[in-house]
């Protein structure tokens, strides 16, 4: 939505007007009591009124547009300043403080025939006062619709995977078209920042899915690669064992440890695993101590 621009020439109440009016109505109550005549304080009162038209405040921030028959003679401001009553006018007071604008492109295609609505914040800056003022209308309504068509210009020339990922690329591109459209006004653009991206519910289910299907495709090569560095690694320790029946043995003592340090532990070894790696010893040994921890300390009578 744009600003509004409030004219410069409507009456600004200040302190030294008010001041000027004040000393005007007093001098002109003295002036009637000491006269029998209302002329003198007639008179006075009008210079008052006419005299309290010519001080002017500035804000800090603000540019005076003093235009003279109509005809620009310069800047006033920031501070107080002086006009000739009737003769100069205020036509405008230009802020020089960095303005936000929010502007919005809705239902706008982009490249690919994707109708999306995106949100924008606009930070702007008048650093020509001369320039807003006479070389445009009202610079703020101007600013407005620039940005918004420079917004659906940029839209139609993007994908949406590009309008989705790329948001510092699009933002710099509209920045600077912006900027070259408001230049020629005395307005430059400090920076663009798109706030949202709504593209269409029925889009925004399909692109979930495939995200969905990529991620399951990747987890499925990740563990496929893992088997594969599993079996590699399963392959060299065979070989690793093949050549050293000791290091075989003292891994499958290993094997029987591990699995009966658990109550109730339950194991099934193949018993050409026993044959081949004389684990027969080995098996009643483990079968007593299984025993042993399953009898729960029972007295034997």
Known sequence: MADIAVPGNLPRLNVISTAILVGTVALAELTAAGTNSLVAPVAILLLGLVAMQSPRVAKQWE??????????????????????????????????????????????????????NVDAVLFWMVHDAEKAALEVQNYRTAISWAAQTALRDIIGRTALTDLLRGRERIEADLQQLIDQRSTPWGVTVSAVEMRDVVIPVALQDAMSREAQAAREKQARIILGQAEMEIAHSFQEAAKSYHDNPTALHLRAMNMLYEGLKEKGALMLIPSSAVESMGMGGLMGAAALRQQALTGGGDDVK
């Open 63 to 116: 540019r005076g547009v003093v235009l003279r028959l109509g005809r620009f003679v310069g800047l006033r401001g920031p501070g107080l300043f002086w006009i000739v009553p009737f003769v100069d006018s205020v036509s405008s007071w230009i802020d020089q403080r960095t303005i936000t604008t929010g502007f919005a492109a809705e239902q706008t295609l982009t490249s690919d025939t994707v109708p999306v």
